[in-house]
DNA sequence: TATGAATGAGCGTTCATTCAT
DNA sequence: TATGAATGAACGCTCATTCAT
């Protein structure tokens, strides 16, 4: 029973220790441009014991995201319980995703990757869907946190609440890549935390129930369905 | 002497099939991803014929690059110099930016590229630093109306200009990066026209003077320079 | 353990397998001419399994060479130590060279590409040096027996004891050449086995003491430093 | 009329102008590394040109090996119809070849790749055998003389004329192959000048009638034809 | 006659995946 | 359970040859 037990223990392990290596190379290389290979030498194990675990590179790939939404997820909704205003919160939600990407990068690009298409082609529907689930559930989280301000009066009753995580979700994760880059070349590192701060503060500001609508805006011209 | 000239012209086209249809196969699948034998089904010529055109596969690569970022130029420009407001122009640069990128999605992600760590290294040091001089003279180009809005009293003194226009082009790319996916997953593709406005309406309303200051800010704590 | 041993055994096997194949390959079509494929069907491996034991074609190539060369100078060292009179013992190296030369051709070809210019293009100094130092002691061998000859008054005291045994040497190399060919063209196959026994007659008869100069010498009139 | 002549004359010429540059890659490269290319560009004419006057790669080949054997026969020819004794001719046809080796070095390699299996595979058996018909001539050329001195008592009578021409060629190509080298590794430039004397005083003096038999011999225990 | 654009078979090499041990 | 040898399809690229102009 204890041997069982250790067993599983073991096999989990294992599972991770892949799970590690494999976010290291696939942040450091994209997903074509990963090999098993690397994957393998980087947990010491042979690339045959790598397919008892995974299936294949695809299912690795998702196992990896998987594990670090969840890793991700703690951290926002531990910043979302936190005492304090409306704003405060959302703030505080925005400020956690940011954190947590610069201290994870690898799990930040792995998870971002997956919302570039070159990536998604290599992916099955039902990978990108578990994802795509994911984080929706955290932008319906914040969205929440908008509707109740709207229904408080804190916040304008034409705003879209799902518009405005969604585009929060959006911003910050290209400030980050900006912030994760070796060599930014469009910004001075240091000019990127102002950038952290001031951008939320620009969306809040934004969102308020008394600010006027800016002037000469345009009416649905455009749409991105019009896409080939 | 005719016949030298029709040569040379039916050369310099057949180049541009080329390039066309490398700018369509690399878009959709990415530098890695992407085949030469693709490209050339998609000209309908064999690859050795490409071969004849470019050099090797990153030759074709950087040869797309230059071409569209300089199309790309013309078009920010052309909105920068339009008549109306401040903020009607703000938008317009903004608006065409997006408008752009959906109608040459190709394009667009070979800018975006530009900007991620793991696709850098497949281009050179000189080309980065080419496309992200271009994409700092936008940033400057905005940079420039936000002061004069400040200057105007129209703008919050507080504001940085130049982080505002990288603000604002980070957060236009990362939602354009989503309207081109097959399946956005997380948003309809009709609520994306609408969230394109809305977060342009944000930064803006965001920028105002008359705004008041958003309550709990953070004071620094954080840097990007912490990251390893 | 005894298995790690088998496994052992066996990948050295292999190893060999392949190198014997790629042997055979490279004598008949030559380092350009010979391609993966080729050997790969002649061991009855993928193209994939051989790029596990040699990382390129070109190591296979030189692992070739190196097995070949050691090889080579046994047989040499063993019939120098013959019994036998001098005449005797030079007669059988010589022998063993070509006997050794038509029983692995594959070797002999290796070692005559070695001095050959357009072939020297894909080997690294390394590995002609290597192997020339090597020749070089086989022919030193040989000329310590032409020293010998010449004290004992076998042979004449101006014969060049090195230029004789270079001269053997290449004569061999080059009926040997000629004996491997399909289609010899400009000789019988059996005339050959003539030939071989014939030519080292020449060249003994011709360093006997007893022997009068040849009519006619030139002195010196040519130089091979003229050339370009 | 003198347009034809002119015409006729200039065409001869191009094709002229084709072979040399044939001849220069094909003695630099070999026939599988030299490239139609590579030859167009050195003429200064297109490869749709070069197809013009030479159906293929191949005929190429042999045509400058033809021209080559050409303009050997006439310095060999002049050296077989000088005065002089009869090992002085010997020697002088003999001297003639190294010669003009040194002085051509280029349609030397070209020739002398003939007889190299790896070569020959590439050629049709119609090619080889016209090249091996001429060499074959120039043998039969000298092994007359070798069998004049047969008959008037200066060689032995158990010389085999055309086995002596075989061996001297033979034997001549292999030294002269170590001259060409930038490097030749196992003998000094100076010294290879001795050598040409040398071994053929071996030959002339080993074919005297007055020598006494090598001791030793063997009696064909080896076979040429032995090979798989 | 001369061109050079176009071809396509074939090259050396890589890598996700399988499977006997 | 863990291995690592083996596979084979696919990659980027080359080059002798053809053919419309």
Redo the contacts between chains.
């Keep these: 029973m204890s041997t069982l037990a250790r067993r599983e223990r073991e096999k989990r392990q294992r599972r991770n220790e892949i799970l590690e290596a494999a976010e290291a190379v696939f942040s450091?290389?994209?997903f074509?441009?990963t090999t098993m290979q690397e994957i393998s030498e980087r947990v010491e194990l042979s690339k045959g014991t790598i397919y008892l675990y995974f299936k294949s590179k695809e299912e690795l790939y998702l196992s990896v995201c998987v594990k670090g939404v969840a890793e991700f997820g703690e951290d926002l909704e531990a910043a979302a319980r936190k005492a304090?205003?409306l704003?405060?919160i959302i703030?505080?939600v925005y400020?956690a995703y940011?954190?947590h990407s610069?201290e994870k990068?690898a799990i930040f690009?792995v998870l971002r990757d997956t919302?570039?298409?070159?990536?998604?082609?290599?992916l099955s529907?039902a990978t990108?869907?578990e994802?795509?689930g994911i984080?929706?559930s955290w932008?319906e989280l914040e969205s929440g946190l908008i509707e109740e301000g709207i229904a408080r009066g804190v916040f304008r009753r034409d705003?879209?609440p799902?518009?405005?995580s969604?585009?929060a979700w959006?911003?910050s994760?290209?400030?980050i890549?900006?912030?994760?880059?070796?060599?930014p070349?469009?910004?001075e590192?240091?000019?990127?935390?102002?950038?952290?701060?001031?951008?939320?503060?620009?969306?809040?500001?934004?969102?308020?129930a008394?600010?006027?609508?800016?002037?000469?805006?345009?009416q649905?011209k455009?749409?991105?369905?019009?896409?080939p």
């Design positions: 450091e290389k994209g074509k441009g304090g205003s704003e405060e703030r505080a400020m940011i954190d610069l990068p690009r919302f570039i298409e070159q990536v998604r082609q290599n529907p990108i869907e994802i795509s984080i929706r932008l705003l879209d799902y518009g405005f969604l585009t959006r911003m994760t290209a400030l890549e900006l912030a994760l880059l070796k060599e070349g469009v910004a590192r240091g000019d990127l935390d102002r950038y952290f701060e001031q951008s939320i503060e620009l969306l809040i500001r934004g969102a308020r008394d600010t006027k609508p800016a002037a000469g805006g345009r649905g455009r749409s991105t369905s019009s896409r």
